[in-house]
């Protein structure tokens, strides 16, 4: 069984900076592919970035210059530096992950964590 957690999530000023992590666990042989997405009340959830095994990376264009993705593979963590953020950040943010594990090789997703941008 696969598992991601996540955390970092928060409340914080327009202007502010947050970090989001993301650790996957369980029986894990290889993931091909770590990224973040987001849900914001009302709207559908969409690709904030990625990062693949090789390292490369691609960003929604509303938070290119201002969020940076990144892995550490001894970890199986990523992280999401989320810099000058704006009230249209405001989301619920979720891990995804695509892992070849004991089960055979499948996407998979955190639970969520809630990123408020708030004066």
């Known amino acids: 069984q696969v598992q991601l957690v996540e955390s970092g999530g928060g409340l914080v000023q327009p202007g502010g900076s947050l970090r989001l992590s993301c650790a996957a666990s369980?029986?894990?042989?290889?993931?091909?592919?770590m990224g973040w997405y987001r849900q914001a009340p009302g709207k559908q959830r969409e690709l904030v970035a990625r990062?693949?095994?090789?390292?490369?990376?691609n960003y929604a264009d509303s938070v290119k210059g201002r969020f940076t993705i990144s892995r550490d593979n001894a970890k199986n963590t990523v992280y999401l530096q989320m810099n000058s953020l704006k009230p249209d950040d405001t989301a619920v943010y979720y891990c995804n992950a695509d892992i070849w594990g004991a089960a055979g090789r499948y996407d998979y997703w955190g639970q969520g964590t809630q990123v408020t941008v708030s004066s």
């Open positions: 369980g029986s894990i042989f290889s993931i091909y592919a």
């Open positions: 990062i693949i095994s090789g390292g490369s990376t």
